[in-house]
T-cell receptor
Framework: AQSVTQPDIHITVSEGASLELRCNYS??????LFWYVQSPGQGLQLLLK??????LVQGIKGFEAEFKRSQSSFNLRKPSVHWSDAAEYFC???????????FGAGTILRVKS | ETGVTQTPRHLVMGMTNKKSLKCEQH?????MYWYKQSAKKPLELMFV???????ENNSVPSRFSPECPNSSHLFLHLHTLQPEDSALYLC????????????FGSGTRLTVV
């Protein structure tokens, strides 16, 4: 069965500092991996996705994520965080075929000025 | 514009009321989902519809009744709700057979009084 673990419930970073949000997945085959962001009271917005190929994927808003098969990880990174990045971030894993996605519990990012 | 529109954005209802949430997508997707998001709890998948047929019901109480008249529209009919049903209800859509990820609506904030 697929599962996703986001080990950090909350993370606080200073504006301008770098960011890394952790995501570990469990899946027997090649995973399809996603990162979503949710601002308060809003729906989830897709930041980026990994299907295959280059293990470093670029997304919107300056985010990137790296797929590491050996570590079953898909961590999200940003070199310099802006106050507007404060939100909740969700990692998700799915299979290539079908439409089932399993979401992690989310990581709340706080940005201090 | 996310491509998935949910109405209303906010809803306050008494425990004896009957109301409906509406979700509409114009992305050509053929799968639609209802999620419940409560404070400090993970996303809860409620219902899944593939090609207008319900394929998943995650032990949701019968006071929640979904309806999917076509692949573009999804409703959640509510009756005799409890205060603990207060939450953000999110609709999402996707392709049914290929996992490109979900597109979410902005949600309906439901308060049961």
């Amino acid at each position: 069965a697929q599962s996703v673990t986001q080990p950090d419930i909350h993370i606080t970073v200073s504006e301008g500092a770098s960011l890394e949000l952790r995501c570990n997945y469990s899946y027997g085959a090649t995973p399809y991996l996603f990162w979503y962001v949710q601002s308060p009271g809003q729906g989830l917005q897709l930041l980026l996705k990994y299907f295959s190929g280059d293990t470093l994927v670029q997304g919107i808003k300056g985010f990137e994520a790296e797929f590491k098969r050996s570590q079953s990880s898909f961590n999200l990174r940003k070199p310099s965080v802006h106050w507007s990045d404060a939100a909740e971030y969700f990692c998700a894993v799915g299979a290539e075929y079908g439409n089932k996605l399993v979401f992690g519990a989310g990581t709340i990012l706080r940005v201090k000025s | 514009e996310t491509g998935v529109t949910q109405t209303p954005r906010h809803l306050v209802m008494g425990m004896t009321n009957k109301k409906s949430l509406k979700c509409e997508q114009h992305l050509g997707h053929n799968a639609m989902y209802w999620y419940k998001q409560s404070a400090k709890k993970p996303l809860e998948l409620m219902f899944v519809y593939n090609f207008k047929e319900q394929t998943e019901n995650n032990s949701v109480p019968s006071r929640f009744s979904p309806e999917c008249p076509n692949s573009s529209h999804l409703f959640l009919h509510l009756h005799t709700l409890q205060p603990e049903d207060s939450a953000l209800y999110l609709c999402a859509s996707s392709q049914a057979s290929q996992n490109y990820g979900y597109t979410f609506g902005s949600g309906t904030r439901l308060t049961v009084v």
